[in-house]
């Protein structure tokens, strides 16, 4: 699967033409919105797993 990326398309979220939406990554905000519902939510779950077994 490759990432939707086109910086002159000014929509964040681009429909697929098979149903639903995509992030388009040529957005800046589209990377916010990874960041924030992905990557920080894994560091603080993986930071309170280690915690427990600490």
């Not at 979220?13 to 920080?40: E, M, Q, S, Y």
């Amino acid at each position: 699967m490759s990432l939707y990326r086109d910086p002159r398309d000014k929509r964040v979220f681009v429909p697929k033409p098979g149903g639903g939406v995509v992030l388009n990554f040529g957005h800046p905000i589209a990377w916010w919105i990874l960041v924030c519902t992905t990557i920080i939510p894994l560091i603080i779950v993986t930071g309170m797993t280690i915690a427990v077994f600490l």
